[in-house]
């Protein structure tokens, strides 16, 4: 960044609380804001962490809407909607990952239910105002400031207890946030601090919080770092390692923070002789001086996550169609898309190879 250049930064409003035992202030956090009579969502598995949220709501919590699911269907989105409107809610604590934060802000976009989000992985989610609804298997998503959380409860208790598998991917899924921020056409000096200290927040607690779950001190940093690159996300438009993840996930079914955490060193490989600053930012958020894409690509060797595209059940036969697809639909990259260029790239994730530039 130099004294001439030129930038627009637009801050999101939203209050953000974080403490080891914060879910215990929900009820304040809802007097707070003039609201007294919530629905709790979550997904089927996480049950027990709404039951935990209701307790502490007391009366001014109307019922739990367990279903929540990835890619928010819109079938299960206006249940829930029904849902809101039968108890008569005047707001949505939402406890979880993406998935259930997904819910929250489909019900946000059609009755304008203001949002309370607990979040539960490292997805970041609970800091855009973008929202994703699936119909007929298609993926449609947007912004509105309507659907971003009014408030946002870190409680890095509460990720104790995701497991490692998960807790790798998801931080990588964050890590891939910030670091298509710091390349993004309306990057800005300070969403690039944050992207910066976000990055380095993961490289420094992942490998402890696969370690060990319970390791509080690592699970606080993570969510710190959850926090920084989720903001990134919600501030800047996203490019090529996004897009990809999309057509990837959205054509081939695959889960969406493995698959985020599986292409990132790749396609940071491909755009980071074209990104000097955003290539600067991460050799120090990494400790390295060679490319941040090789140490990233170090740092996943330790994780316990599948390591290419072809241990998601992915075929060479299948790329083809998801090249064409990525193609089909320009978008801003720091370095031009070109059909050669993505059959390298996809080709070494396919395989999970060491990444190198074509
Ligand atoms: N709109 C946005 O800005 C945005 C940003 C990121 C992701 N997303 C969306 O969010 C979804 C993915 O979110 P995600 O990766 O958090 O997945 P998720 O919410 O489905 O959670 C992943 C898994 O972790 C489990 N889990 C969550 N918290 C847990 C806990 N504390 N302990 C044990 N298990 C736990 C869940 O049950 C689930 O099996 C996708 O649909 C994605 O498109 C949206
Ligand atoms: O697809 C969405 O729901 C919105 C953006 C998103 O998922 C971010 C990501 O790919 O992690």
């Known amino acids: 960044m130099t004294f001439t250049s030129s930038f627009h930064y637009q801050a999101l409003p939203m209050r953000v609380s974080f403490e080891v035992g914060a879910v215990t202030k929900v009820g304040e956090e809802l007097d707070r804001l003039g609201l007294s009579r919530a629905l709790v969502l979550c997904t089927p598995e996480q049950n027990h962490l709404a039951d935990l949220v209701m307790d502490h709501l007391g009366d001014r919590g109307a019922g739990i809407f367990d279903q929540a699911r990835m890619h928010v269907p819109v079938e299960t989105a206006d ?16 406890i979880g990952g993406g998935s259930s934060i997904g819910l929250g802000k489909a019900i946000a976009l059609e009755h304008g239910l203001p949002i309370i989000a607990i979040p539960t992985t490292y997805a970041g989610s609970e800091m855009t105002p973008i929202w994703g609804l699936t119909r ?14 009014q408030s946002v ?9 995701l ?4 807790s790798a991917a998801s931080g990588l899924n964050a890590v ?14 300070i969403i690039s601090l944050m992207a910066e200290e976000g990055v380095r927040a993961f490289a420094e607690s992942l490998a402890a919080v696969v370690a060990d779950g319970n390791d509080l001190d690592a699970r606080s940093k993570a969510l710190y770092g959850a926090w920084l690159c989720g903001a990134c996300l919600g501030a800047t438009t996203m490019s090529l390692h996004h897009k990809l993840c999309h057509v990837l996930g959205g054509s081939l079914d695959l889960p969406h923070a493995q698959t985020h955490a599986i292409v990132l060193p790749y396609v940071l490989a491909y755009n980071e002789s ?6 600067a930012a991460l050799q120090r958020a990494l400790g390295t001086d060679g490319d941040p894409s090789t140490a990233l690509w170090d740092l996943e ?18 790329l083809p169609a998801v090249i064409d697809e ?16 993505l059959r390298h790239l996809l080709g070494q994730a396919l395989r999970g190879d060491r990444p190198t530039r074509r």
Request: net charge negative; with cysteine.
């Open 274 to 279: 074209h990104a000097p600053a955003a290539r």
């Open 136 to 149: 007929d298997g298609r993926k449609q998503t947007g912004r509105d400031a309507k659907v971003l959380p």
């Open 163 to 166: 497991p490692a598998e998960i």
């Open 79 to 94: 249940r829930a909607r029904d849902r809101a409107r039968e108890l008569g809610a005047d707001s949505c604590v939402v």
């Open 301 to 318: 060797q330790q994780l316990q996550i599948p390591h290419s595209l072809e241990e998601l059940g992915v075929r060479e036969t299948q």
């Open 326 to 341: 990525v193609l089909s639909n320009p978008y801003s990259n720091p370095t031009p898309v070109t059909e050669d260029g």
């Open 153 to 161: 409860i870190y409680d890095p208790q509460l990720t104790a207890t």
């Open 176 to 189: 891939a946030h910030a670091v298509e921020a710091l390349y993004a056409p309306d990057a800005s000096p």
